[in-house]
């Protein structure tokens, strides 16, 4: 398995194919010496990118992370991290979440204090926020671009009229823009990234994704067919609506898993595999976010590289004509 980088999106910055997150899992799901396990399972397999959000274990994610960060010796130069602003930490005030000038500066100096860091690679608004004029947050950013605190901002799960006025803002006043987006994209999630937002890539400043989910959350392992297995996702406290909606709302992806189950050992793989590589099959995808809870899930997912080179045209053919009815 060699890894591959690609640029993202227009920027000069170099990410690796695929990434590592901690959403769940850091803080929350599994013990800091699986979380030290996971990450230099990454790093040493060329991942330089790794994810993070305020509101991820309420910061204790950021916490575990940027303490295994800080032991690593890894150079500051090898790799990439980020946060995300918008759902708050601990404080659940007015102010502690949404995209405000105050709680954009003030999650950006929490994350890079419980980081470790003395700046974020990216910082993504985490969701758009209603209730704050979009030039207040395209200022906030470009503010912190220019201290030096973020090099990269970009937006997650942002419509693309959205992200077409924060462009506009941006240029009329001379302020950094967004260059990348966080969306979710998997064989069952798709139309933004192909369609919605088709018109966002080869317009300045261009627009790079690290995508989210690409196992919808595992229900794209075929783990979720036959019931909710101990010790997955789906049990984890606090999930309870993510699991009401993959065992209900998703019944009609989950009659099509089988069938995909069928076409990866075809291929002599696995379907997790299969799933990621579909994803990297997109060469508008820069990243793809993986996230494991132990590291023979990572090991696993990481093999997806080795299979890039099978995806054919026809193969990618069956693949669409399979997930796509129930694919949103
Ligand atoms: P996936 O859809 O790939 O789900 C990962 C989970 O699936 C794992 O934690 C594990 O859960 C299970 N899993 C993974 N690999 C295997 C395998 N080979 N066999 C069996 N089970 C497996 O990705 P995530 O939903 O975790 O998203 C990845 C990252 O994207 C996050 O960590 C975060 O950084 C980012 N993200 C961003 C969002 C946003 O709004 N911007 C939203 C969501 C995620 P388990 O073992 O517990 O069942």
């Not at 398995?1 to 000069?12: D, S, V």
């Not at 997150?21 to 979380?35: E, H, K, L, R, S």
């Not at 954009?104 to 980081?115: F, N, S």
């Not at 990234?193 to 300045?204: G, H, M, R």
């Amino acid at each position: 398995m060699t890894m591959l980088y690609r640029r993202l999106g227009r920027t000069g910055l170099q990410v690796s194919a695929l990434s590592f997150g901690a959403w769940v899992t850091f803080g929350n799901q599994i013990g800091d010496d699986t979380a030290r396990e996971l990450l230099e399972t990454a790093y040493a397999s060329g991942v330089n990118f790794f994810d993070n959000a305020e509101g991820y274990a309420d910061g204790q994610a950021e916490v575990v992370m940027g303490r295994i960060l800080k032991n690593s010796g890894w150079a500051r130069s090898s790799y990439v991290v980020s946060s995300k602003v918008f759902f708050g930490d601990t404080y659940k005030g007015p102010n502690g979440r949404g995209l405000s000038r105050k709680h954009v500066v003030e999650a950006c100096h929490a994350a890079l204090a419980r980081l470790q860091v003395d700046h974020l690679d990216l910082y993504f608004c985490h969701r758009p926020d209603p209730d704050t004029p979009i030039l207040e947050t395209v200022r906030a950013m470009h503010d912190l671009v220019v201290q030096g605190k973020v090099l990269y901002w970009g937006t997650s799960e942002w419509g693309a009229a959205e992200i077409l006025e924060a462009r506009r803002l941006a240029e009329k006043h001379n302020l950094h823009a967004p260059v990348m987006e966080q969306p979710q994209y998997n064989l069952f999630h798709r139309r933004r990234v192909e369609q919605e937002y088709a018109l966002l890539y080869d317009t300045e400043p261009g627009l790079g994704t690290t995508i989210w989910s690409p196992l919808a959350s595992g229900l794209l392992t075929g783990k979720y067919n036959d019931g909710v297995p101990p010790e997955s996702r789906l049990t984890v406290k606090g999930l309870e609506w993510l699991r009401n909606r993959i065992t209900a709302e998703q019944k009609p992806k989950l009659d099509v898993v089988p069938a995909l189950v069928a076409i990866a050992h075809e291929l002599d793989t696995t379907l997790p595999r299969l799933a990621v590589a579909w994803c990297l099959a997109n060469p508008r995808v820069s990243t793809v976010i993986l996230g494991a809870s132990r590291p023979t899930q990572l090991r696993e997912n990481l093999g997806a590289l080795d299979l890039l080179p099978k995806l054919t045209p026809e193969l990618l053919a069956r693949l669409d004509a399979l997930a796509l009815p129930a694919a949103t």
